[in-house]
């Protein structure tokens, strides 16, 4: 870190691990807990095939519009996980591209090939963006609070 300034720059690939593993294992936490109650209201067995098959997404019965909202709902609580863990707002859009880009390799996966339906890309594409530019807006919020200067802030700890 060089002095002056505000924060360390150095590449710590332990931390940067930690936040992945971190933001993967909440978002999907909540995903499934939303996709559990959209499973609850549809009156439809809750099974993993919700999460990760990209069939599963479609408008034309009411719990593939459950799980839709239930994805969309989850990208605006992934955007407060990526205000309470990483906390830097220029690193938002990496962090939900990491998230999506692993989601893909595990749909992939899961599914045997390679994912084909619009409507999942389509879902895909408004979850990212709603994450990244909600996380954005919650870190840039922090990142300008205004830091008490003066004689009365001498005497008290700034929370920077």
Same mark, same amino acid.
């Given at each position: 870190?060089?002095?002056?300034?505000?924060?360390?720059?150095?590449?710590?690939?332990?931390?940067?691990?930690?936040?992945?593993?971190?933001?993967?294992?909440?978002?999907?936490?909540?995903?499934?807990?939303?996709?559990?109650?959209?499973?609850?209201?549809?009156?439809?067995?809750?099974?993993?095939?919700?999460?990760?098959?990209?069939?599963?997404?479609?408008?034309?019965?009411?719990?593939?519009? +459950?799980? $839709? !909202?239930?994805?969309?709902?989850? @990208? /605006?609580?992934?955007?407060?996980?990526? &205000?309470?863990?990483?906390?830097?707002?220029?690193?938002?859009?990496?962090?939900?591209?990491?998230?999506?880009?692993?989601? +893909?390799? $595990? !749909?992939?996966?899961?599914?045997? @090939? /390679?994912?084909?339906?619009?409507?999942? &890309?389509?879902?895909?594409?408004?979850?990212?963006?709603?994450?990244?530019?909600?996380?954005?807006?919650?870190?840039?919020?922090?990142?300008?609070?205004?830091?008490?200067?003066?004689?009365?802030?001498?005497?008290?700890?700034?929370?920077?």
């Amino acid at each position: 870190m060089k002095a002056g300034t505000f924060r360390n720059t150095q590449w710590d690939p332990i931390l940067i691990i930690s936040q992945i593993v971190s933001v993967q294992f909440c978002v999907y936490f909540t995903l499934g807990l939303l996709i559990l109650t959209a499973s609850l209201l549809s009156g439809d067995t809750y099974r993993l095939d919700n999460v990760f098959e990209y069939h599963e997404i479609h408008i034309s019965d009411l719990k593939g519009r +459950l799980i $839709i !909202c239930a994805f969309v709902t989850n @990208s /605006f609580l992934a955007s407060l996980f990526l &205000w309470c863990i990483i906390r830097r707002a220029k690193l938002c859009l990496d962090f939900s591209c990491t998230f999506h880009f692993f989601h +893909l390799l $595990i !749909c992939w996966y899961y599914n045997s @090939s /390679f994912p084909s339906n619009i409507s999942w &890309w389509l879902v895909n594409a408004i979850t990212i963006t709603i994450m990244c530019i909600g996380g954005e807006f919650l870190c840039l919020k922090s990142e300008l609070k205004e830091i008490p200067v003066g004689y009365s802030a001498l005497n008290q700890k700034s929370d920077v």
